[in-house]
C-alpha cells in the first residue's frame, strides 16, 4: 500500500528552508523578538507590542488570549467619534455551540513607533530583516543567549530542548542570517550541543527494542527524534533479519539474463 504522505526533507539546516517540507513550515511560525527601527503608519493596530505585564493600548486582551480559537480580525469602515478618525475592530470568535463577537475600539491608522517590542514570525522577521534599510533589529532569543550555551557546554544532556524549542538547531541556523556579532558563538554552541547529545541519542534507540520510547524521545528536538526514528528502524530491521524474517536475497536480473544468454550459447 502507497503512503498518503511522502516526508520531505527539512532544509533548515542550510542557507533557506523548504517549504515543501512540513517541519520547516512550522519552524518558520516560531516566534522572534524584534525592535523596529524606524516608524511603521498604519500598522500599529495589526502588528502588536510585547506588553510588559499590564495590558496596553497594542496589547492583545486578556479575553482573547484565553480562547485560542480567535479565528479573524475584521476592520469595519471608520467612524466619526468627536474629533478623532478611529474604526472599529471586530474580534471574531466561534466557541464550541456558540458564536461570539466582541467589539474593540481601535485606531486602526495608529503608528507603530520606532523602538517598540514585537514578536514577529520568524519568515515575516526574515523578510523585514535589511541591514541597509534598517527597519527591523532582532534580539536573540533567551536560549541561544550566553547564559543558555554557558548551560549547553557543561552538560548538554540534561537539557530539555523539546520544553525550550521543538525546532531547536534549525531555528538556530536560521538566526545566523541576522548577522549578529554572537552569530560565530552560536553556530559552536549548536554544534557541540549536538554532539554532546549524539551519542546517548543513537544508544537509547539501539537499547529499546519493542518497548515505550514515549519517555526516551520526550526531551528532544525533531531534528533528534528523526534521528532517534532512524535508529530504532535499523535496530528492527536488524532484528528481522537476525530472525530470518527479511526479505530473501535474490539473483539481479542482469545476472539472470547473463546466464540465460550464456547458456544460449553453449547449446547454440
Known amino acids: 500500500m502507497s503512503e498518503a504522505y511522502f516526508r520531505v526533507e527539512s532544509g533548515a539546516l542550510g542557507p533557506e528552508e523548504n517549504f515543501l517540507s512540513l517541519d520547516d513550515i512550522l519552524m518558520s511560525h516560531e ?3 524584534v525592535r523596529t527601527e524606524t516608524a511603521m503608519p498604519r500598522l500599529g493596530a495589526f502588528l502588536l507590542e510585547r506588553s510588559g505585564g499590564a495590558e496596553t493600548d497594542h496589547a492583545i486582551p486578556q479575553f482573547f488570549r484565553s480562547h485560542p480559537d480567535l479565528l479573524c480580525l475584521v476592520a469595519l469602515p471608520p467612524k ?6 478611529s474604526a472599529q475592530a471586530v ?3 466561534f466557541l464550541p455551540h456558540t458564536f461570539t463577537m466582541v467589539f474593540a475600539l481601535k485606531n486602526l491608522h495608529s503608528c507603530l513607533r520606532q523602538g517598540s517590542k514585537l514578536e514577529l514570525p520568524l519568515w515575516l522577521a526574515k523578510g523585514l530583516f535589511d ?5 527591523i533589529s532582532v534580539e536573540l532569543p533567551k536560549i541561544y543567549q550566553q547564559g543558555w550555551r554557558t548551560v549547553f557546554s557543561a552538560d548538554a ?3 530539555d530542548l523539546h520544553k525550550l524549542g521543538p525546532h531547536f538547531y534549525g531555528f538556530g541556523s536560521q538566526l545566523l542570517h541576522f548577522d549578529s556579532p554572537e552569530n560565530a558563538d552560536i553556530s559552536e554552541s549548536l554544534l557541540q550541543t549536538f554532539i554532546g547529545r549524539f551519542r546517548r541519542i543513537m544508544d537509547s534507540s539501539q537499547n529499546a527494542y ?3 520510547t514515549s519517555a526516551l524521545v520526550a526531551r528532544l528536538d525533531e531534528m533528534e527524534r528523526g534521528l532517534f526514528q532512524t535508529g ?3 535496530l528492527n530491521d536488524f532484528q528481522c533479519w537476525e530472525k530470518g524474517q527479511a526479505s530473501q536475497i535474490t539473483a539481479s536480473s542482469l545476472v539472470q539474463n547473463y546466464k540465460k544468454r550464456k547458456l544460449t550459447d553453449m547449446e547454440g
Do not use: F, H, W
Open 91 to 93: 474580534y471574531i470568535s
Open 157 to 159: 544532556n540534561v537539557v
Open 131 to 135: 541591514n541597509k534599510r534598517r527597519i
Open 80 to 85: 466619526r467619534i468627536g474629533s478623532t478618525d
Open 31 to 33: 516566534k522572534l523578538p
Open 232 to 234: 530504532q528502524k535499523g
Open 210 to 212: 519493542n518497548e515505550d
